[in-house]
């Protein structure tokens, strides 16, 4: 079983920037897109970003384009997702997913098959 751990969410002021990290245990995950969501409590998974290294593909949902940034360094099986200018809407549970699809028009948790146990990033007014 594959494991997938997030981390680098907390409490950061209106403006303030994170950089989530999310860990692979499989070092296959490398060759696999791999995508952030978000959760706040009793809503769906929302869609974030997701990269494919293998051509290159990244999609960024419009929402949070220009702010958020998604990369990943296979050296260290991990991805990252830079948030930036953070407002206090942004606050959620951050989840890492992989052994999905990236197809770079669009994302949905539906397009993903392993998860993490995700990471809170709480931004204040």
């Known amino acids: 079983e594959v494991i997938l751990v997030e981390s680098g969410g907390r409490l950061v002021q209106t403006g303030g920037s994170l950089r989530l990290s999310c860990v692979s245990s499989?070092?296959?995950?490398?060759?696999?897109?791999m995508g952030w969501f978000l959760q706040v409590p009793a809503k769906q998974r929302e869609a974030l970003a997701c990269?494919?290294?293998?051509?290159?593909?990244?999609y960024i949902t419009d929402s949070v384009k220009g702010r958020f940034t998604i990369s990943r360094d296979n050296a260290k099986n991990t991805i990252y997702l830079q948030t930036d200018n953070l407002k206090p809407e942004d606050t959620a549970v951050y989840y890492c997913?992989?052994?999905?699809?990236?197809?770079?028009?669009?994302?949905?948790?539906?397009?993903?098959?392993?998860w993490g146990q995700g990471t809170q990033v709480t931004v204040s007014s």
């Open positions: 997913a992989g052994h999905g699809a990236c197809s770079g028009s669009s994302l949905s948790p539906s397009d993903f098959h392993s």
């Open positions: 499989d070092y296959t995950y490398n060759h696999h897109p």
């Open positions: 990269l494919d290294t293998r051509d290159g593909t990244i």
